[in-house]
């Protein structure tokens, strides 16, 4: 693992923060501005992600305060909570992306409500076994790209995204038990934007947004502002009052100087008003985006 000299961003405000309870956090991240705040996560790519996390905890000497997790919809209600109690175990709050093998349309529909609500509610199985459970949920994330199946159609995805939140508002998963995270590509596919698909306030507590450098292995080398400024200062025009996450990060060392990558991750999302954290990418996956082994 790399120095990851870009911790030294960390605030007093955001060493405080890493000091709430996991159970806190959720709801405290609505809270927060983003300056001079860095709240740090990470993906494990392990099955049982509570060693890995607090592995990675003890090397970089502070806890991380958000674990992602990725869920398809028709994994099974024993699988998204073993994903989410190991997790938790970790002592992170988790992030939750929904996935489905359906366009935003069928979603819309309504035609696959009983599979969303099948979901839905081990979710809140999960949620009740503990008083103290919450996490953030991302609801098909990565829409305004074409490599997922609900992608590119922003009027039918609004109406998707509405329509998760809503099943889970139906169960009476209340609002201090998950927080809702709308969190599309930082870089759009033509001719849409980010904002196109914006689902409404009222359905938002928190902006997420994929910052990938693919590196010269698959084009050139990015900078952190090429894949995050533009979307970042959009969606601001929609979001202005709400917190921002890199809600997945990774850089790949092929061009370029990861380290150097990494710092400069922390200082855009330390200076950026609305940003407060991020939740790295550690996997091996289209590239070696990892930076803990």
């Known amino acids: 693992m790399p120095a990851m000299r870009g911790r030294r961003t960390l605030s007093v405000v955001a060493l ?77 709050v988790p992030v939750a992306h929904l996935e489905a093998p359906l366009s935003s ?21 999960w949620l009740d076994a503990d008083p103290t459970h919450v996490a953030i949920v991302a609801p098909l994330q990565e829409m305004n790209g074409d490599w997922v199946p609900w992608g590119m159609d922003p009027l039918n995805y609004r109406l998707a995204y509405r329509r998760v939140v809503e099943l889970f508002r139906d169960l009476g998963v209340a609002e201090t038990q998950v927080r809702w995270m709308f969190a599309p590509n930082g870089v759009s596919v033509f001719p849409y934007s980010a904002t196109d698909y914006w689902p409404g306030e009222d359905v938002v507590d928190i902006v997420g947004l994929s910052a990938y450098n693919f590196g010269q292995e698959f084009g050139e080398w990015s ?55 991020f939740i790295y990418f550690n996997f091996d996956k289209e590239t070696n985006w990892t930076v803990w082994d």
Not at 112 to 123: H, N
């Open 105 to 125: 349309a069928q979603v819309a529909s309504g035609a696959f409500d009983a599979d969303l609500q099948a979901w839905a509610m081990g979710f809140k199985r």
């Open 223 to 277: 900078t952190v502002d090429d894949v995050l400024f533009d979307t970042t200062e959009q969606l601001k025009a929609f979001a202005r009052d709400k917190p921002f996450m890199i809600s997945q990060v990774g850089t790949s060392v092929q061009g370029g100087d990861r380290e150097e990558w990494l710092t400069e991750m922390f200082d855009f999302v330390a200076r950026d008003a609305n940003h407060v954290g």
């Open 16 to 92: 405080s923060t890493l000091m709430l309870l996991p159970s806190q956090i959720a709801a405290a991240v609505c809270e927060f501005t983003g300056r001079d705040l860095v709240m740090p996560g990470v993906f494990s790519a392990e099955w049982n992600s509570t060693p890995d996390i607090i592995g990675f905890n003890t090397e970089a000497g502070f806890p991380v305060t958000f674990a992602g997790t990725f869920h398809n919809l028709y994994e099974g209600v024993e699988n998204t909570n073993w994903i989410l109690q190991r997790v938790w175990d970790a002592g992170a």
